[in-house]
């Protein structure tokens, strides 16, 4: 299991906790999600995520390199961040805030970028005009991606946004198998963890990209909307 599929399932877990159970206090803690091994673009940047647990020390990372103390994150979607090279630097150093070396991952030229996502179908389970959940719930909903084409070799995550008023923002991003062709997630049960992810209704428009192992965003697809999920026993 990749980390960031860790992370969306530890996210998860606490919501189909029954709603008479309070949520337990949880302490975030940075997570590296660029896979071992594997350098980062000069263009990108190291992946980030935060994990949630309950009765464990805080984990916080400062990353830098040569000509800057630290690094700011910039946000993709969710938890997860990148924290980009200053122009030159040729390797990011990540550090606990005791000052101890954690890891150092190479900056190297970056590839021709990966074209972006071409949808073959999306849908939801859940209505724009279904009640709204109880308080600190989450409404249960089926959510399916169809692509036309398999993932990219070097695909990390599926970064999704979500049209708000007359602006695109981000939702969140889907960890991706090789040659993953059909994206599928659940929502439902209580909200106990920060940034734990909302239902997306039918009728939503969204906009996808995708986020390459080497820390950088393609161009976004065209819009889409999401249509009402057939009835299992219709499906083909």
Known sequence: MSTLRWIVALLALPLF????????????????????????????????????????TPVALVASAE????????????????ARPPAGATAIQLHDRSGKL??????????????????????SSLAANAPPPPPMGISGSTFMLEL????????????IYRQTGRD??????????????VFTFTTGGKACVAGARMPIVQGARLE??????????????????????KPAANRQ
Do not use: N
């Open 148 to 159: 036309k084409d398999a993932a990219p070799a070097d695909a990390y995550g599926l970064v």
């Open 102 to 123: 954690v890891r150092t991952i190479a900056v190297v030229k970056a590839p021709k970028p990966i074209p972006p996502p071409v949808v073959a179908s999306v849908t």
């Open 17 to 56: 906790a029954p709603a008479a159970i309070a949520c337990p206090m949880s302490v975030p803690t940075d997570v590296i999600l660029t896979p071992a091994g594997t350098s980062v673009y000069e263009d990108g940047g190291v992946i980030l995520g935060v994990s949630f647990a309950w009765g464990s």
């Open 208 to 229: 996808l990209a995708w986020l390459d192992r080497g820390g950088r965003i393609s161009a976004s697809s065209k819009p889409v909307t999401v249509a009402a999920a």
């Open 168 to 181: 695109i923002a981000p939702y969140d991003v889907l960890p991706v198998e090789r040659d993953q062709k």
């Open 67 to 82: 000509g800057a103390d630290a690094i700011e994150r910039t946000p993709v979607a969710g938890a997860i961040t990148i």
